[in-house]
């Protein structure tokens, strides 16, 4: 029967052990990508500073990027197995999509637009991989993870070109 002060006492007795214990840094421990907590109502909230060009990259028109930093996104989404749904409220328009993770599936944006995309989990980060977003072989990837309970940050690179946005839960 060990108490907690019979454990302390043993650790004092081995002197590397504590030691160790005491001299390394925590890391930080990251939890699977927690498909259910993006649920909810978001809002953009910063963006590198160079994301109206990250915008211009994929295809927005400036007038779209400013109306996206005013908006707000209600999203639902659900992992059953290794499928994912997600769907997001655009401006009045409903989009479905859903993904076997870690398999080449295709995504439907806003404007009606068919693309491949790949969707993997990697530690506590969703990826997605889209190896032509614009059909003329252009290569994105996004890496979304949390920061805390309402915040997500999602690091983007297109091509050479990388930046970051952050969303809130409103």
């Known amino acids: 029967d060990l108490t907690p002060a ?3 006492s043993e650790l004092h007795q081995d002197k590397t052990l504590f030691t160790f214990l005491l001299t390394k840094r925590p890391r930080r421990l990251k939890m699977p990508y927690d498909v259910a907590k993006s649920s909810g109502k978001w809002k953009h909230h910063s963006h590198s500073d160079n994301y109206p060009q990250i915008m211009e990259k994929l295809g927005y028109p400036a007038e779209m990027f400013e109306k996206l930093k005013q908006m707000e996104f209600p999203v639902t989404s659900s992992l059953e197995g290794n499928v994912m749904t997600s769907k997001v409220d655009f401006d009045g328009k409903m989009m479905e999509n859903s993904y076997t993770l870690g398999e080449e599936g295709e ?3 806003p404007a009606g637009k068919k ?4 969707y993997t989990m990697e530690g506590d980060n ?3 991989v889209y190896p032509d977003y614009d059909g003329k072989g252009l290569h994105v990837r996004t890496c979304r993870h949390f920061v805390d309970d309402n915040t997500m940050h999602t690091d983007i690179k297109i091509g050479d070109l990388e930046g970051w946005t ?3 839960r409103c």
């Open 107 to 109: 995504e439907t944006d």
């Open 166 to 168: 952050r969303s809130q």
């Open 6 to 8: 019979t454990h302390l």
């Open 126 to 128: 969703l990826v997605s």
């Open 115 to 118: 693309r491949k995309v790949t």
